[in-house]
Structure formats: C-alpha cells, structure tokens
C-alpha cells in the first residue's frame, strides 16, 4: 500500500521561501516519476512541477518557473518542492504524486497515487 505524506507547508509573507517534502513508503520509489500539483479554493487541481524517476529530467507549470525546484533523494524515498519569492497566488493546498511511469508527466490522470495535502498561504 503506497502512504505519501507531505510536509512543510504554512503561512508565509509575499516574497518569502518554504520547502515542502513528500515522503514515500509501499512501493520501489526510484522506479517512478513524482510530480507536484496545488489546488486553490474554487479551482481545479494544477499541475506545478515534475520530476522523472532519475531527477535529470524536470518540468515546471509557467507559472512557477524560475521560482520553484523540484528535486528527489532515492534513498530517503523523499521529493521536495522548494519554493522561493513566493506570491499570494501561490496560496493552494499541495499535492505530491506518484507517476505511472519512470519519465516526468504533467497531467493528474498519469498519476496513481497522492497524499494528503499541505496548506500554503501567502499574504501580500
């Protein structure tokens, strides 16, 4: 039975930084891409960023390019957002998922497995 359990989520001024993790237990992590969603109140689900099974390949929504770094540590079975020069925008609950596959994917239906969600809110 695959558990993702995210962390590090908060309130945080307009321009300041969280690190969230997602860690991993009930399946061969490392053989599996992860990715990061948010969901705002009132909003779908949005893709955030991804990371392939290895770490060599990434991708990032536009909207957090530049700003966010996803990244994975195999052997803690543990990814990470972390989450810099933040906006009031960025205020959502985050979702860690588990990929079907080893190569990085952006869309939530090539994903099997989520956690439970931590809350981020930005004030301006």
């Known amino acids: 039975q695959v558990q993702l359990v995210e962390s590090g989520g908060g309130l945080v001024q307009a321009g300041g930084s969280l690190r969230l993790s997602c860690a991993a237990s009930?399946?061969?992590?490392?053989?599996?891409?992860m990715g990061w969603f948010r969901q705002a109140p009132g909003k779908e689900r949005e893709f955030v960023a991804a990371?392939?099974?290895?770490?060599?390949?990434?991708y990032y929504a536009d909207s957090v390019k530049g700003r966010f770094t996803i990244s994975r540590d195999n052997a803690k079975n543990t990814v990470y957002l972390q989450m810099n020069s933040l906006k009031p925008e960025d205020t959502a609950v985050y979702y860690c998922?588990?990929?079907?596959?080893?190569?990085?994917?952006?869309?939530?239906?090539?994903?099997?497995?989520w956690g439970q969600g931590t809350q981020v809110t930005v004030s301006s």
């Open positions: 990371i392939s099974w290895s770490g060599r390949t990434t």
């Open positions: 009930g399946r061969t992590f490392s053989n599996y891409a």
């Open positions: 998922a588990v990929a079907q596959a080893p190569t990085a994917v952006t869309t939530t239906r090539r994903y099997d497995y």
